[in-house]
């Protein structure tokens, strides 16, 4: 008798629960879309929603999972392909340290191909740098959020409904069981009536079969956290958001340093000494954010030094030392940099076995694009006399030599040279005291050949590079410089300060 009052209970909810059906509210976009900071993959948002998907994925390794990464419309498309899959890196890398298995992941770059907003303002840009996310289930449904509140409104609307059919269903026993005894009286009628219900109980044990897929269907969401998981997760996440937001900073005024040293000969009949080396430093260090988060400092201290030595020709006296020191303030306007610089330099020359002390303003003016800068810049002393000694004239005796500085005016540019190797130049017409001397115009001409990340080689030629003779002079060098110094090819990707050419001194031996 109970066993048939269980039967027949079972076919009524199997036939409400197939009537009722499995669908969800979720759809394919409600997944949480990820943003990023400009030229970052770090994750800053997005927590809640990737924790929930990271252990839904753990409890069903069967789903699946499918990121792309995408980029907004600043930067080279190569720099934008790779900045996109290093974001769908980085939020797959998440997903399998909460639980998510590598093999449930799969991830691609669209770089700047699928704009969420084809606007290039601010808030566009943020929007379109993003990862979006798409969840299946085993049989190719798109899956959407399931966050816990629908879970459980779903589950409470879902017993309800059961509950009302089970006062349905205790009635109807009750209505079966009266039937029952009076097919009792009748044995062969009941014969007939048995009959029946072994058909029914058949009917039963394969709804009860659809009931119990039905049953696991239910319960395969993800179970709620509990309240200290809740806590912990909070805890860590605020931690890791604070140390993100102090990452950013950092990134947004990100500092240049780089050195390097050369070496090389010297040629013409204006040479100074029989070969020539250098050393050298620099340093960029920006400060003030832009006008939004996503853009970097747009002041910068910039600091250079040079160490510059020619040795002298063992048949004449003629080699010197330049120690040059470059400090100013570079600031940014739109695709123009603006910059002021005090020079010094201080003088050794071998055949007086003297130093001096000369000093000058530089200003600079450059045009900053996407494969480099063009700039001109004007120098003019404010230290331009420095005693250094004494020399012999026919019929006068010992008179005093000195350095003069000769103000300048000249041009410098730097960009990008095929695909990898990157090229500076400048030419400075400077202004001559010793009528009789070289008026060539001082230039300089540097290949780079980067060698990694942080490395380059480099070939440099120069004519007149510090010490005007009366005919011109050549050298040539080579050399290796490290740092995280920016390429030219990097300059026009966002709208912080680039590194500034600061023009040489440019002097010239006097006698009175």
């Not at 030392?321 to 020079?343: E, H, K, M, P, Y």
């Not at 130093?355 to 200003?363: D, E, K, P, R």
């Amino acid at each position: 008798m109970n066993k048939l009052l269980f039967f027949t209970a079972g076919v009524l909810i199997a036939n409400s629960a197939l009537a009722q059906g499995t669908s969800t509210r979720a759809t394919a976009g409600d997944w949480e879309e990820i943003n990023f900071e400009f030229n970052q993959s770090v994750i800053v948002d997005g927590f809640p929603g990737l924790l929930r998907l990271a252990e839904l994925l753990k409890q069903h390794p069967d789903y699946k999972v499918s990121l792309v990464g995408n980029a907004d419309q600043v930067g080279g498309a190569r720099i934008n392909n790779e900045l996109s899959v290093k974001r769908a890196t980085a939020v797959s890398r998440f997903l399998e340290h909460y639980g998510a298995s590598a093999s449930q992941i799969q991830l691609r770059g669209d770089g700047e191909k699928n704009p969420e907003v084809p606007r290039t303002d601010p808030n566009s840009r943020f929007m379109n740098r993003r990862v979006l996310i798409r969840v299946t289930a085993p049989d190719g449904t798109v899956i959407g959020d399931g966050s816990l509140t629908a879970a459980v409104n779903e589950f409470q609307t879902y017993a309800r409904s059961q509950l009302s059919k089970i006062d349905s269903i205790v009635s109807q026993l009750q209505d079966l069981q009266n039937q029952i005894r009076a097919l009792q009286t009748e044995s062969g009628t009941a014969r007939q009536q048995t009959a029946s219900v072994k058909e029914d109980t058949t009917a039963v044990r394969q709804d009860a079969a659809a009931i119990r897929t039905d049953t696991q269907d239910l319960v395969r969401r993800p179970p709620p956290l509990t309240s200290n998981e809740t806590t912990d997760i909070a805890r860590t996440e605020s931690h890791r958001a604070a140390d993100d937001a102090l990452v950013q900073e950092a990134l947004r005024n990100r500092k240049y340093s780089l050195v390097g040293f050369s070496a090389g000969p010297t040629f013409g009949g204006g040479r100074t000494g029989v070969l020539s080396g250098d050393v050298f430093g620099r340093a960029l260090i920006p400060f003030a954010n832009g006008r939004t988060p996503d853009q970097p400092g747009t002041h910068a201290l910039q600091v250079d030094g040079d160490w510059i030595h020619f040795r002298r020709r063992s048949e004449r006296p003629d080699g010197l030392t330049d120690a040059i020191f470059d400090i100013g303030l570079v600031n940014r306007f739109g695709a123009f940099q603006v910059g002021t610089f005090a020079q010094f330099d201080y003088v050794t020359l071998h055949s007086y076995q003297g130093s001096a002390l000369l000093g000058s303003t530089i200003v600079t003016l450059d045009y900053v694009f996407r494969g480099g800068s063009f700039g001109v810049f004007g120098a003019k002393g404010f230290r331009d006399y420095a005693t250094i000694g004494s020399t012999a004239l026919a019929g006068t005796g010992l008179t005093p030599a000195y350095f003069r500085y000769e103000d300048q005016i000249g041009l410098h540019s730097n960009g990008t040279l095929g695909r990898y190797l990157f090229i500076e130049s400048s030419v400075a017409f400077k202004k001559r005291y010793n009528l009789s001397g070289s008026h060539l115009p001082a230039s300089t001409l540097k290949l780079g050949f980067p060698m990694g990340e942080h490395i380059s080689l480099f070939v440099e030629g120069a004519q007149n590079t510090t010490f005007q003779n009366v005919r011109t002079g050549q050298r040539v060098v080579f050399g290796i410089q490290f740092g995280n110094w920016t390429r030219p090819s990097q300059h026009g990707q966002n709208e912080g300060v680039v590194p500034v050419m600061v023009p040489r001194p440019h002097y010239e031996l006097v006698g009175k």
